[in-house]
């Protein structure tokens, strides 16, 4: 799985808003992925980090990821900003959520669920 993620520093001068970046934002970029290079995520989700502590230091208050199961799918997605409509209307959307862009990050993600398994290796390891 390949994960593509935004990472939002902490505004300035406003609080995010986590309510309209979920049910407006979010669907408008999904939507024109799908519409403009044919590709969606298989699902995202969002870190909502020190949200009721206006005087929190965290340097980030929300960490988007997109996860993707193809690499060329989430590599593709980075095309956005070169679509006008897409660039456009994702750009002048960042004011009504927030004060600053995000920061990207491409990654690979590894998940293991059988936590038996790994605690079980850890037992055979650690008796020798």
């Known amino acids: 799985m390949y994960l593509y993620t935004f990472l939002y520093p902490r505004p300035k001068s406003r609080t995010f808003d986590f309510e309209y970046h979920r049910h407006v934002h979010m669907p408008m970029g999904i939507g024109l992925a799908k519409r403009h290079l044919g590709i969606q995520p298989l699902r995202f989700w969002i870190e909502r980090i020190d949200e009721d502590d206006p005087?929190?230091?965290?340097?980030?208050?929300?960490?988007?990821?997109?996860?993707?199961?193809?690499?060329?799918?989430?590599?593709?997605?980075?095309?956005?900003?070169?679509?006008?409509?897409?660039?456009?209307?994702?750009?002048?959307?960042?004011?009504?959520?927030?004060?600053?862009?995000?920061?990207?990050?491409?990654?690979?993600?590894?998940?293991?669920?059988?936590?038996?398994?790994?605690?079980?290796?850890?037992?055979?390891?650690?008796?020798?």
């Open 55 to 128: 005087a929190s230091t965290q340097k980030y208050c929300a960490i988007v990821h997109l996860l993707f199961e193809k690499r060329e799918d989430r590599d593709r997605l980075a095309e956005m900003a070169r679509i006008p409509e897409a660039a456009q209307r994702l750009g002048a959307d960042y004011d009504n959520y927030t004060d600053t862009r995000p920061e990207v990050r491409l990654a690979r993600l590894t998940i293991d669920e059988d936590m038996p398994a790994l605690i079980d290796q850890f037992n055979r390891e650690s008796d020798r």
